[in-house]
T-cell receptor, first 114, second 115 residues
């Protein structure tokens, strides 16, 4: 009954590597989001997308980019990973453009950059 | 800009005791408010939401929250907690961001239920 799937639960990368985090949803949702979660800081929005090939910056987009070539898939890209990007990354999706819509989250991807 | 404040980073409580997790928001317009819960090693799931109407909202697992417009608060309560309620709880407000809506989260409150 998994609806939002993040391809990797745990990743370990080296500084300077290019990192791809993949997220797939099977609910035909228009909106997809990438958050990072850090202790004491809660969830902070990195990027979001409201349609295929459409993206908008969140609150902390620096050092990240995204790709949405298909409606069900939203990828987060770290062009050159740095140690301060060590974090838990959460993908989520929602339907339509109503503020009342609920986000469905994936289980998260814990990235460690050495 | 809309924001959410959760003043308590951690709330220890004994099993079967009541608990209140506090959340305050800042907004000059109508808001949609949410509480999400994150159990250990899992993603977030919806606990309850306030959209309009009755200010007392009931959610899953016996939790409820009260929307107070004058105090800009949306505190979460449970009359008797269980060990299984140990989790991190996030308050969130929906804001318009460009072409769609996005959720702004608070910093979270860790509820630690002790036997």
């Amino acid at each position: 009954d998994v609806k939002v799937t993040q391809s990797s639960r745990y990743l370990v990368k080296r500084t300077g590597e290019k990192v791809f985090l993949e997220c797939v949803q099977d609910m035909d949702h228009e909106n997809m989001f990438w958050y990072r979660q850090d202790p004491g800081l809660g969830l902070r929005l990195i990027y979001f997308s409201y349609d295929v090939k459409m993206k908008e910056k969140g609150d902390i987009p620096e050092g990240y980019s995204v790709s949405r070539e298909k409606k069900e898939r939203f990828s987060l890209i770290l062009e050159s990973a740095s140690t301060n990007q060590t974090s838990m990354y959460l993908c989520a999706s929602s339907r339509g453009d109503s503020g009342a819509n609920v986000l469905t989250f994936g289980a998260g991807s814990r990235l460690t950059v050495l | 800009a809309q924001s959410v404040t959760q003043l308590d980073s951690q709330v220890p409580v004994f099993e079967e005791a009541p608990v209140e997790l506090r959340c305050n928001y800042s907004s000059s317009v109508s808001v949609y408010l949410f509480w999400y819960v994150q159990y250990p090693n899992q993603g977030l799931q919806l606990l309850l939401k306030y959209l309009s109407g009755s200010t007392l909202v009931k959610g899953i697992n016996g939790f409820e929250a009260e929307f107070n417009k004058s105090q800009t608060s949306f505190h979460l309560r449970k009359p008797s907690v269980h060990i299984s309620d140990t989790a991190e709880y996030f308050c969130a407000v929906s804001v318009r961001g460009g072409a769609t809506n996005k959720l702004i989260f608070g910093t979270g409150t860790l509820l630690a239920v002790q036997p």
